[in-house]
């Protein structure tokens, strides 16, 4: 990791050489600066780029077994991916099926394949999802219409990850700022999550001090490699912390806000942000104290549930600093839908990992809250 770390590709490739190379990538970064270096440090190697870049947001099965063919007909021995979660994602899921076989839907779940991968050098260009350090990659079933999760704590991050604050600078300023919201949720959830324990604690609280003490300074300016750098270190401790906890009612409220009104993920879950932090606040008021502090809250002189108060506003202070919409109904969701989402969300199985038990009727009410942008209930 390091401003201009991208270099080191060079010392990788050496120790893994390969002939041909899948390259798998966001297709808005191709004519930049940044990933004319990756494609001539490839060329440098000797060895030939097989360039895949057409992936969407929420990347599908379709676009999985595209990406397939290609490494298939090229014999590419090695991945690089160069873009944000949905490139990493797809590149992650078309090493398994090199090694494994079959059909992508075939590994949702698990653990529910066994051979390594392709070994996958990840180069993120967003700080948000982590899913260079993670073990999960999430592909949407369209036909199905629902997300598959395929999870592999050892064998699915990938083999390495260059954090580089060069491949942040050309990112459009929505996109820093939903990407970078994720991270701070994932690092906040799993903090406070069932699961959690001593280190995935020291992950997350390390974690959120990076990211919300500098998600601001990268939105202004995607340039700071100072805040990019921290905001990468921040997305990757959170992703190696959150395989092991699981999330909680913001990723399953976003879920299906996102899913219903092709919101996308990162913004779905800043909106749901503020409401979930406040409801699930008395379930661990310690643990929120902590937040606080790790936020550069003085709390010496607060008593346990003011410090933790302090808390839930510093959050609702970043989210309105970095202009995120303020309520479901500003993001254009529909009041109707509420009733059918809650429902879904009683179903979606987050208590194990949430905090705060989350009955139905309490759902509809988050709902209401989010939708309404009402912060008192
Ligand atoms: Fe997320």
Not at 106 to 129: H, M, Q, R, V
């Amino acid at each position: 990791m390091g401003a201009g770390a991208s270099v080191h590709l060079q010392n990788i490739l050496r120790a893994n050489p390969a002939k041909d190379i899948l390259l798998v990538a966001d297709r808005a970064l191709l004519k930049g600066r940044f990933f004319k270096r990756i494609e001539e440090i490839i060329a440098l190697s000797g060895a030939a780029s097989h360039i895949f870049c057409e992936i969407e947001p929420e990347p599908s099965a379709e676009t999985v077994h595209k990406a397939f063919d290609l490494q298939q007909s090229s014999g590419a021995t090695l991945i690089i991916a160069v873009g944000g979660g949905s490139t990493m994602d797809t590149a992650k899921a078309v090493g398994i099926l090199a090694t494994n076989g079959g059909r992508i839907a075939d590994y949702e779940g698990i653990e529910k394949f066994s051979i390594p991968p392709l070994p996958l050098i990840a180069i993120p260009t967003t700080a948000g999802t982590g899913s260079e350090v993670s073990g999960s990659c999430v592909i949407s079933d369209t036909q199905r219409q629902r997300k598959m999760s395929i999870r592999h704590a050892s064998l699915n991050p990938a083999r390495y990850a260059i954090l580089d604050p060069e491949a942040l600078a050309t990112a459009p300023t929505h996109v820093i700022v939903h990407a970078g919201v994720d991270a701070f949720v994932h690092a906040f959830e799993s903090y406070i999550s069932l699961q959690s324990n001593v280190f995935t604690d020291a992950l997350n609280l390390h974690a959120i001090g990076l990211i919300h003490g500098n998600i601001r300074q990268l939105a202004a300016n995607p340039g700071n490699a100072e805040a990019g750098l921290a905001m990468l270190a921040g997305s990757a401790l959170a992703g190696m912390a959150f395989g092991q906890t699981g999330l909680g009612n913001v990723h399953c409220m976003a879920r299906f806000v996102g899913a219903r009104f092709h919101l996308s993920h990162g913004l779905s879950n800043a909106i749901c942000l503020p409401f979930v932090a406040r409801f699930n606040m008395q379930a661990n008021p310690a643990k929120f104290a902590r937040l606080a502090q790790a936020m550069d809250k003085e709390t010496a002189r607060l008593g346990q549930r003011d410090a933790a108060h302090a808390a839930i506003v510093l959050i609702r202070e970043m989210c309105d600093d970095l202009g995120i919409p303020r309520s479901l109904a500003a993001a254009g969701v529909d009041r109707a839908s509420l009733p059918d989402m809650a429902d879904a969300c009683s179903k979606a199985g987050y208590e194990k990992w949430n905090p705060r038990y989350t009955r139905r009727e309490d759902f509809e009410r988050l709902f209401e809250s989010a939708y309404a942008g009402d912060h008192s209930g």
